[in-house]
């Protein structure tokens, strides 16, 4: 168990609609970051997140959004969503960015 | 550019075999990290191994070992005695740079089957 906790673990929606999946990261860990991993882009780094602020950018859609609160728990919004955007949704966390524990993950069916 | 390649997207030993699975990178920073982690069928990534740029220093832990090149931009993971609990798929990733440390590039994954 990394100590990172993520919610839903399973979420199935249709295309068009909103979701928010939550991400607690270990407790002391400032920095969380966002990974989407699906059948054929692998492992993509989303966006990252430290002590409330955002950090870096990665190939995130402008449909995605995310944002850390200052309990340090992150969420991470995904809008009108297509078909493609079905994957596991990863969170990380770190408190000196050289290394990551990951959650357990979210598994985002769009249908 | 930052980037990480892991050549092979598959392999296949049996029960106490050894196997090395390959990882190249490419950057531009001098100040970088590499890491291996792991990723069961259960799905979660367990973190495996941080290296700095500045460390050539080879390790082992138990079964498992790294030969970190900088010659070559390799950093390449070796299980010894290979166990069917090692079936999985491995990440090798990078982050680094003065500007960089808060991205991470990932390689596509070796996956890796352990036959008894």
């Known amino acids: 168990d990394s100590g990172v906790t993520q919610t839903p673990k399973h979420l199935i929606t249709a295309t068009g609609q909103r979701v928010t999946l939550r991400c607690s990261p270990r407790?002391?860990?400032?920095?969380v970051y966002w990974y989407q991993q699906s059948l054929d882009q692998g492992l993509q780094f989303l966006i990252h997140?430290?002590?409330?602020?955002?950090?870096a950018k990665g190939n995130i859609l402008e449909r995605f959004s995310a944002q850390q609160f200052p309990d340090l728990h992150s969420e991470l919004n995904l809008s009108s969503l297509e078909l493609g955007d079905s994957a596991l949704y990863f969170c990380?966390?770190?408190?000196?960015?050289?290394?990551?524990?990951f959650g357990p993950g979210t598994r985002l069916t769009v249908t | 550019a930052q980037k990480v390649t892991q050549a092979q997207t598959e392999i296949s030993v049996v029960e106490k075999e050894d196997v090395t699975l390959d990882c190249v990178y490419e950057?531009?920073?001098?100040?970088?990290?590499l890491f291996w982690y792991k990723q069961p069928p259960s799905g979660e990534l367990v973190f495996l191994i941080r290296?700095?740029?500045?460390?050539?220093q080879n390790e082992i832990s138990g079964r498992y070992s790294w030969n970190f090149q900088k010659s070559t931009s390799s950093f390449n993971f070796t299980i010894t005695a290979s166990q069917v609990v090692d079936s999985a798929v491995y990440f090798c990733?990078?982050?680094?740079?003065?500007?960089?440390?808060?991205?991470?590039?990932f390689g596509s994954g070796t996956k890796l089957n352990v036959k008894p």
């Open positions: 950057t531009r920073d001098t100040t970088y990290y």
């Open positions: 407790s002391g860990d400032l920095s």
């Open positions: 990733a990078l982050s680094g740079g003065a500007y960089n440390f808060n991205k991470f590039y």
């Open positions: 990380a966390s770190s408190l000196s960015g050289r290394e990551q524990y």
């Open positions: 997140y430290y002590n409330g602020e955002e950090r």
């Open positions: 290296r700095n740029s500045f460390d050539e």
